[in-house]
């Protein structure tokens, strides 16, 4: 069985991060990923996809200190559902948990424009 997620796409927002009680770090940030096509009358189309992320340890410090809003990034993987308990309902959330990450050049707010 495999689970693995690769992903590229743009920070909304800069990563928020913590730190856990054992003192470990956590970073979580929204990745958008869009894909584009032409429908049957020929007109554009684009979707775009957010994928909550989860980083923990050193490369959750190294998102917190590198990474912000628009920045282009490659995250390598694995899709992790947690649930809760709240108010008498079962609440489910899926999300990336990230284990190896490359900043790319290019993003919207990229040191080289």
């Given at each position: 069985?495999?689970?693995?997620?690769?992903?590229?796409?743009?920070?909304?927002?800069?990563?928020?991060?913590?730190?856990?009680?054992?003192?470990?770090?956590?970073?979580?940030?929204?990745?958008?990923?869009?894909?584009?096509?032409?429908?049957?009358?020929?007109?554009?189309?684009?979707?775009?996809?957010?994928h909550p992320i989860v980083i923990?340890?050193?490369?959750?410090?190294?998102?917190g200190e590198y990474l912000k809003?628009?920045?282009?990034v490659y995250l390598e993987g694995?899709?992790?559902?947690?649930?809760?308990?709240?108010?008498?309902?079962?609440?489910?959330?899926?999300?990336?948990?990230?284990?190896?990450?490359?900043?790319?050049?290019?993003?919207?707010?990229?040191?080289?424009?």
């Open positions: 069985m495999l689970n693995k997620v690769q992903l590229i796409g743009y920070l909304g927002a800069a990563p928020e991060i913590r730190s856990l009680p054992e003192g470990k770090s956590v970073a979580n940030f929204n990745l958008a990923t869009s894909e584009t096509w032409k429908d049957k009358s020929g007109e554009r189309q684009e979707k775009t996809e957010w923990y340890g050193k490369l959750a410090e190294v998102a809003k628009g920045s282009l694995k899709m992790q559902t947690r649930s809760w308990e709240k108010d008498g309902a079962t609440h489910y959330k899926t999300e990336v948990i990230a284990d190896n990450m490359k900043m790319l050049p290019n993003g919207k707010n990229s040191a080289q424009e």
